[in-house]
């Protein structure tokens, strides 16, 4: 046949071409780069291909496996893991304070990763090859019941979920991809994928729990082999969905330290604010090590309590001083605002500088105000972890010493009370994601913020007075209703455990609102390139409230041993005033964002 004939060859160059094109394409598409309109030459260039915009089913799916994987193989190791860090005497579900500092801190790094890294599609693709070599070494550990290899695979499980989990958040949003902030359809829509990514994290969790806490060993391992399918799965078909699509590039985040350093050091309020949250952190750090230090039986104070005691406490001090400070930066008339004004203004006179105190803040000011507001903020996201936490040990320990029934007759275990917080949390994510997106869309985030502090502070307020009541209840001396691991008291009252939905309602409802707006807040406060880091110090900051949760465990373990009753009023009083304490800073920053005209 010969291919160099004239008619053939005409024939052949109007017909179709013989490739097939990877996205849908023709030969007059145009596309707007650096201002000018190119051609499109084909579609294989990287210019052609369509932006990444994950779909929120999408997202979703990752997040509720990613978890899910990761707190059933933790529970795997349930009894291996308190053993190693000596928490064999607080309550079995303890353990999801593990999971979440330890999960909080992979996503801490995963999120700066996702930043540095030339797209956020190469980490996730490199998470997901991670993943693959953990569910192997997981499922080979359970088959040839190997300690080594399932360790190494739960470990090589958080750094590939911690790098998953951000990242496909932040490529799920749509500030990622585009700088219309303005346009309120566009807020209403991340809102909602925010409340939606919420939710599927908190009931994923909530969900993982129960399901362990009730089943055997067994389940768990027949469990694990269909969650690791399933999330192989769901990172195919997302690998499959990103491969023929273009990530906006990244820009390197070095200029936001220098920048941020270049602020916090000419300004005595910000340098507060910085050695506070090192504090914290020297705190977090030192609950973890009394955690790995060995118990030693009857010693009154032992290293592992004084580890413990020192970093809850350093954990506390910090907060108050990074609260303290970084809300009195924001204060109009001494604070980082006039500062911010002054710079750059040496030519103008005494007056013209006055006069520009009270006038409009700069816009170019106006991301590093936002940045900075990551200080009190991420306090309300420490003390909204350490709340959390106490669901798991003080709330849980008040469950032990009620009756093991509800409504009269239903028979309940105290294991379960984080699970009603979740429950709760699911449950009321569609009124409140109505409400987030019609009738309070007029608030700002901010504001929206201060409402669930007030939920927080409504909840804490209610447990310490079913303390009150559980205290003045009639004592009952007698077996345990439900005899098993997590409580060890003999001596209960008679008050109804149904009244633990009095604070349980609130805290739930406190939970999906506030998560929400610190993870809306997060997409905002930086400019779009850098949102992996606000959630990499939004995530570092739950980790240093469950190890402020652990360490209060480890401090009041003697609690959990004696079986005489534990008094807990002066403990839930101490935690309605911190709740009273993030409230009042909260609502004075409100003031001051107000003030400024910071619309965060």
Known sequence: MD????????????????????????????????????????????????????????????????????????????????TALGLQDLP???LVLVISMLLSVACGGGGLLGDYARHRGLVLRRASGLWVVASLLLLFGCVLDTAFLYGLGLALAYVAA??????????????????????????????????????????????????CLATTSRTQVLALFALCLLLLATLSWLHVHMRCRRWPPQVTPASVFATGWHILRGHWLL?????????????????????????????????????AAAGVASIFLGWITTLVLGVASFNLHYSVHVHRRRHGSDNHDDEEEEDDEDGPIASEHMPVLRGLSLFPIGCMGVFAAALRGQLYSLLLLQQCQTSRTAFGSVHVSPDYV???????????????????????????????????LLFYLVGTFLAGIVELYRRSSPHDVGPLLLPDTTCHKK?????????????????????????????EIGAFVLPPRQMGLAASVLAVC?????????????????????????DLVLVLLASTTLACMA????????????????WL
């Open 3 to 82: 291919f160099m004939d004239a008619s053939r060859r005409g024939s052949y160059g109007e017909s179709k071409p013989m490739w097939k094109p990877l996205v849908p394409w023709s030969e007059d598409v145009k596309l707007e780069k650096d201002g000018a309109w190119i051609d499109c030459t084909s579609p294989n260039h990287d210019e052609c291909r369509p932006m990444v915009l994950l779909k929120p089913f999408a997202v979703l799916s990752v997040i509720v496996t990613n978890i899910s994987v990761v707190a059933v193989a933790t529970f795997g190791w349930t009894d291996r893991l308190r």
């Open 92 to 94: 079995r579900c303890s």
């Open 162 to 211: 911690g790098a998953i989990l951000p990242n496909v958040i932040v490529a799920g949003t749509a500030l990622e991809h585009t700088h219309d902030v303005s346009d309120d359809q566009k807020r209403l829509e991340i809102t909602t994928f925010y409340g939606w990514t919420t939710a599927a994290s908190i009931g994923s969790l909530a969900a993982t729990q129960a399901f």
């Open 271 to 307: 340098l507060g604010t910085s050695g506070g949250a090192l504090l914290m952190l020297l705190g977090a750090i030192a609950v973890v090590a009394s955690v790995a230090v060995p118990h030693r039986a009857g010693a009154a104070l032992d290293t592992r309590f004084v580890l």
């Open 418 to 452: 984080a699970v009603g917080v979740g429950v709760v949390a699911l449950v009321s994510s569609p009124l409140l994601l109505r409400l987030l997106t019609v009738e309070l869309k007029a608030f700002g985030r901010s504001t929206r913020l201060l409402h669930a």
């Open 491 to 519: 001596t209960t009252t008679g008050m109804d455990s149904a009244y633990a939905i009095a604070y349980l309602v609130p805290l739930g409802l406190a939970e999906m609102l506030f998560r929400t707006c610190v993870g």
């Open 542 to 566: 739950d980790a240093i409230g469950s190890a402020a949760a652990i360490g209060i465990g480890v401090i009041t373990v003697r609690w959990y041993r004696t079986p005489a009753p534990t």
């Open 583 to 598: 409230y009042a800073s909260m609502k004075r920053l409100v003031a001051h964002y107000q003030a400024a005209q910071i």
